[in-house]
């Protein structure tokens, strides 16, 4: 009987291969899929249109604005600004209400309106076999041509930065979706600033993009999302074919998180990171990106040096460099397996 896969995205070595096999014939199309890369490129003349699409599936709490947040976080990533929202909302059986859809509905339209994203059309339906709402957003984005940002713009050289810290996202899904096994550690204070995490510091980085590259010049982003930033560097590796070292004591771990971890047992690097934004650039860029994201009060802080080599990820540590293990899966999913 062939074996199942996990609950998680899929292993990185068939996810390479499906993606291998994608047919593209359009010409327009300048970035297609690929690991680590999150958004399509397509040439539209004198500007480029830049394309999302991802699910909200940990989260049901606000899932409608969240889901406007984490593909607004991929279209950031290119320097692009994001325009056009289309979303797909499944819906189960027995337990929707017309107040459900109406909440979840008025999330997407807040949200958009906040970021000036016209919301364009979509798909929406009560399915047989779900315990929860699914959504799943498209967004596209427009850049001028000369201020794309890729993945694979990462230089032998460049510094890495990491802004505001991990694991903000999963900090507010544990909050949400756990406050039972919390309580058993935390006052119900800490449990609500945890809950509130998806605002404060909160889980977008639209503002981190834009600040970032109007300070200097920025060679690659990437949003840390499932996996979490393990997964952020290991794919950002991929994408460049660079080698990545960075410190993990650089990494900023706010001291909620921290805790919530700990207890846990959850391995911060590898929890579901949405908030934080990875990014490279010149060592001299790199300082005075820091300068202007504190400036706004945003911490940031150079976490490692992109080297020439094979897409590998190095962890230093007082006994040496070390590979730093993919994640299988999020940390996070563990928790729904209990």
Known sequence: MP????VGKLPASLLEKLISQAPISDTRVLFGPGIGRDCAVLDMGERLLVVKT????????EIGWYAVQVNTNDIATTGAIPRWFMLTLLLPESST???LVETITAQVYSACRELGISVVGGHTEITYGLDRPILVGTLIGEVDRDKLVTPQGANT??????????????????????PDRLAEFLASEE??????????????VLRDAQIATEAGKVTAMHDPT???????LWELAIASQ?????DPSLVLVPPLPAKICQALELDHLAAIASGALLLTAPPQD?????????NQDIPCQVIGTVYEGTATVWKQTPNGRQTLPQPSRDEVARLFDN
Do not use: M, N, W
């Open 191 to 204: 449990i609500q600033q945890a809950k509130d995490y998806l605002h404060d510091p909160g889980i977008s």
């Open 286 to 294: 790199a300082e005075a990106i820091c300068r202007a994201l504190h």
């Open 242 to 246: 660079r080698t990545l070292v960075f």
């Open 226 to 232: 499932e996996g979490g930033l393990a997964s952020a």
């Open 97 to 99: 209400t017309p107040e």
């Open 54 to 61: 991802d699910p909200i599936t940990f989260a049901t709490q």
């Open 3 to 6: 074996s199942t896969l996990p």
């Open 157 to 178: 050289g460049d510094s890495i930065l990491l802004t505001k810290g991990v694991p903000i996202e999963a900090t507010s899904i544990i909050a949400h979706e756990f």
